[in-house]
């Protein structure tokens, strides 16, 4: 533990001790006049303010004789259990597994001689889009946004709507924010027209 003198405000000093976790964690506790303990909880925001990649998880605070203790505890994200949004930055994810499609939907079925078999293996994408966004509102309209229907895939260079169909739509609170997550799956035939709009 280190002990380091931060400032004096009216005579009484201000002082912190540090603490290293072996969890990797940080715990600093100031010892200050209790005039200054309500001004200076104040500046800090547990799940936002931070020691490098640390997160204050834990503001502690106990008063007496004049004199107040402020422990505030930083800790690793993996350790923390609330995931912040920090990034609004996308993740794109894909799949492309095979799906087994009839025999007649093959692509020179007209052309094929001989025995064939009842089915073929075709690619079978799905294409995934994660977002943290600051505010969310939980209306119908935003939940079942673009669901069903046929539309081009947030995020992905050239795609083709028609072939593209959205299937999910995924919102998870992370941290103050929130994380919407989209899925559409590609069909090599197109969606029909007549029974899924556009999106």
């Not at 002082?15 to 715990?27: F, H």
């Not at 931070?50 to 204050?56: E, N, Q, T, V």
């Not at 992905?156 to 169909?165: F, I, K, V």
């Amino acid at each position: 533990m280190s002990t380091e003198i931060i400032g004096v405000t009216g005579g009484t000093q201000t002082t912190r001790d540090r603490i290293y976790g072996t969890d990797g964690s940080i715990t600093d506790t100031y010892t200050m006049a209790a005039s200054e303990s309500a001004a200076f909880v104040a500046t800090y925001t547990i799940g936002t303010s931070a020691i490098g990649s640390l997160r204050l998880a834990e503001i502690r605070e106990s008063i007496s004789k004049g004199g107040a203790r402020v422990t505030l505890r930083f800790v690793t994200p993996s350790a923390y259990s609330i995931q912040y949004g920090g990034s609004t930055d996308p993740v794109l994810s894909s799949d492309c597994s095979a799906q087994e499609l009839p025999i007649r939907l093959h692509p020179d079925f007209t052309g094929l001689t001989g025995e064939l078999p009842d089915s073929f293996l075709y690619p079978a994408p799905t294409y995934e889009r994660s977002e943290v966004v600051n505010s969310f509102t939980f209306s119908e309209a935003n939940i079942v946004s673009g669901v069903g229907k046929r539309s081009s895939p947030t995020g992905m260079t050239s795609p083709t709507a028609d072939y593209w169909l959205k299937v999910s739509r995924r919102i998870s609170p992370e941290g103050e924010k929130f994380r919407v997550t989209d899925v559409w799956q590609y069909n090599p035939e197109g969606w029909s027209t007549e029974i899924y709009q556009a999106g």
